[in-house]
């Protein structure tokens, strides 16, 4: 099993920045890939980034050029830095870890984007 803790959320105004962090412990040797969710009131939870054991990201749409997937193997550690963040960023983002016929995910961290 692999267990996911994420950090970083909290209230920051349109325009500013914020850091969350993803805390892989557990069978961290099996997982292929990490990623980052998040799920607005209301909406469908969506992708927002991830990046392949390989170190290969990709970002949806909305957060190119925003959003910056990063890891520490070393830590077994997911960040994802949030540039110029906009209200409509406002969300529970949860880390997701995936691995052969698995997929867990964290218990998420609210980020709140003010206008």
């Known amino acids: 099993q692999v267990q996911l803790v994420e950090s970083g959320g909290g209230l920051v105004q349109a325009g500013g920045s914020l850091r969350l962090s993803c805390a892989a412990s557990?069978?961290?040797?099996?997982?292929?890939?990490m990623g980052w969710y998040r799920q607005a009131p209301g909406k469908q939870r969506e992708s927002v980034a991830a990046?392949?054991?390989?170190?290969?990201?990709t970002y949806a749409e909305s957060v190119k050029g925003r959003f910056t997937i990063s890891r520490d193997s070393a830590k077994n550690t997911v960040y994802l830095q949030m540039n110029s963040l906009k209200p409509e960023d406002t969300a529970v983002y949860y880390c997701?870890?995936?691995?052969?016929?698995?997929?867990?995910w964290g218990q998420g961290t609210q980020v709140t984007v003010s206008s």
């Open positions: 997701k870890a995936l691995g052969p016929g698995y997929g867990y």
């Open positions: 557990g069978s961290v040797f099996s997982i292929t890939s």
């Open positions: 990046i392949t054991r390989g170190g290969t990201a």
